[in-house]
């Protein structure tokens, strides 16, 4: 059974070149070659059989022969007659007359008739449905339109192996590279090899079991893995996922098999190999290589040993689209939680409104108590925000061209809102990393915050009077002692720094020709402003 057919090397010829090796021309090709060809291929002697054997099948594909069709082709109502056979050299003759000019030619032979019967092709008609469901996706396959192409293809009996020569021709030519890529060639074999075991299960009524059950549970086993990955196997590598950012492009179609993505494709699919390696989902994926492992044992049975290593594998097409499926979720993912705040890990989201906020507190003792005036309050913006993990957050300095990093401890980092958060910093020195967390230097608090603007951050030390009460209670004692005496001198330190950071995000904002009167911050200032009795700035 592994010698029962075999399909040719499928070559090209270009007009104005010299012919290829191996090929029945010699010099330069032009029309004439072409034309030559195909009166070559569609001799009628070739289609004759030996008289003695005239009586074998009478009326079947033996019986064929006293007919003049056995060129079949494209035009018309597919077979090509003795009266048609010069209009369509002429054809052939336009469509291949000028420099750069490309037909395409393979074989498809058989061992034996006998051969060719068990695929059911017993007359021409059956090696004519054959070309006829092969070339619309072989153009496919070769991105080029079955409507643009013109093919014909011959049966030749005369010889011991029965065989058909395909060829083909643009009307209008779009592709200018004749030959193919190695994944094109297996691609077409994987083709004709598909469509004649089809043929043969329809005609023969056989391997339907096979058919049925085994490519059922293929496609079950299939969806049932991919079903796993996205039950909480993606969430184990958000951080793998949130790193992507330092990575993929920013603008472009992320598709797994987009143009853009192929110089990314290796850290993706570094990814994929990591969950497909999870635990939890071994025995779908077990399941599943079993099903394409017992495919493709039932597709290679019938494939010849000279073309074994030229047929596409089943079961590397089949991991092929696993793993574009499984990277367009991984895309998927990473571009939601670009598009919206950046998920936390289970015991946390760090962007997540923290309570202080909620009760409209931007400023709370904890954060001011025991800096000593040493130290900034900074506010971080969401694009910064690269990774983190139950400890630290990983964060981009800004203006440093995405060469420079930092760790920031939760436990001092608070969300404000959707896209703002703050930190207090209390060291005087500061650990600076790369995109990789490799550390490069350290420098002072102050050299660090030079990165921030003026608006954006808060000097403790330039604030220490405030927090000493010796200006801003004084003052409001002053004021007081003509309207309550019992004034609370915490609540006084409160919102004078309230008010100066509503300064500061205010000046922010218009700075940056943001909407204020409809932006989400102005209003919670407000809210909170007129909850707290604090005058309108």
Not at 29 to 43: A, F, N, Q
Not at 326 to 332: F, R, T, V, Y
Not at 411 to 417: D, G
């Amino acid at each position: 059974m592994s010698k029962l057919f075999n399909i040719s090397k499928i070559r090209f010829f270009e007009y104005g070149k010299p012919a290829p090796e191996g090929s029945r021309f010699k010099g330069i090709l032009d029309e004439t070659s072409l034309v030559g060809y195909s009166r070559y291929t569609g001799d009628e002697k070739k289609n004759d059989r030996n008289r003695e054997l005239a009586t074998l099948h009478e009326g079947g594909y033996l019986g064929y022969v006293n007919k003049d069709e056995y060129t079949f082709t494209s035009e018309g109502d597919g077979w090509l007659r003795d009266e048609d056979k010069k209009e369509f050299e002429k054809t052939l003759a336009s469509l291949f007359n000028k420099d750069g000019d490309l037909w395409w030619e393979t074989i498809i032979s058989f061992s034996s008739e006998e051969a060719a019967m068990q695929f059911g092709l017993e007359e021409v008609e059956d090696y004519k449905m054959l070309i006829d469901r092969c070339m619309p996706k072989i153009c496919r396959a070769l991105k080029i339109n079955l409507n643009n192409v013109l093919w014909w293809a011959n049966r030749h009996v005369d010889t011991t192996h029965p065989h058909v020569h395909l060829n083909w021709i643009e009307k209008d030519k779009s592709r200018d590279r004749g030959k193919m890529t190695e994944a094109e060639l297996r691609r077409v074999k994987n083709i004709i090899v598909t469509e004649l075991l089809h043929i043969r299960e329809e005609s023969q009524d056989i391997d339907l079991e096979i058919k049925n059950k085994i490519f059922i549970q293929k496609d079950k086993a299939y969806h049932e893995l991919i079903k796993a990955v996205g039950n909480g196997v993606l969430e184990k590598n958000i951080n793998e996922i949130a790193d992507l950012h330092n990575v993929l492009p920013k603008t472009g179609r992320l598709s797994y098999n987009s143009y853009v993505m192929k110089p990314y494709k290796k850290v993706v699919d570094k990814i994929i190999g990591k969950i497909l390696n999870d635990c939890e989902i071994q025995n779908y994926l077990n399941e599943y290589m079993n099903m394409l492992n017992r495919i493709n044992d039932y597709q290679n049975q019938f494939f010849s040993k000279s073309g074994d290593n030229d047929i596409a594998n089943i079961k590397n097409a089949e991991m092929e689209k696993l793993y574009s499926r499984i990277g367009n979720m991984i895309l998927k993912d990473y571009r939601e939680k670009s598009s919206r705040e950046i998920k936390s890990s289970e015991k946390g989201d760090m962007f997540k409104f923290s309570d202080s906020v909620r009760n409209k507190k931007y400023y709370n003792d904890s954060s001011m108590a025991g800096s000593q005036g040493i130290g900034y309050i900074f506010t971080i913006n969401k694009k910064l925000l690269v990774s983190q993990d139950d400890d630290f957050i990983f964060v981009m300095i800004p203006r440093t061209h995405c060469k420079k990093y930092m760790y920031l401890d939760k436990k001092c980092y608070e969300q404000l809102n959707k896209n703002t958060g703050k930190y207090a910093i209390e060291t005087s020195e500061v650990a600076v990393y790369d995109q990789h967390g490799k550390m490069i230097e350290k420098i002072s608090v102050d050299d660090l915050m030079d990165y921030w603007d003026d608006k954006t951050k808060i000097n403790l030390k330039k604030q220490s009077r405030v927090k000493d009460g010796t200006s801003s209670i004084t003052r409001g004692r002053k004021r007081s002692s003509q309207t309550n005496s019992k004034i609370n001198c915490d609540t006084v330190k409160q919102k004078k720094a309230v008010n100066d950071y509503v300064k500061k995000v205010r000046r922010w904002m218009k700075l940056r020709n943001v909407y204020v009167s409809g932006s989400e911050q102005y209003k919670e200032l407000r809210e909170w402003e007129r909850a707290n009795g604090i005058r309108q700035i």
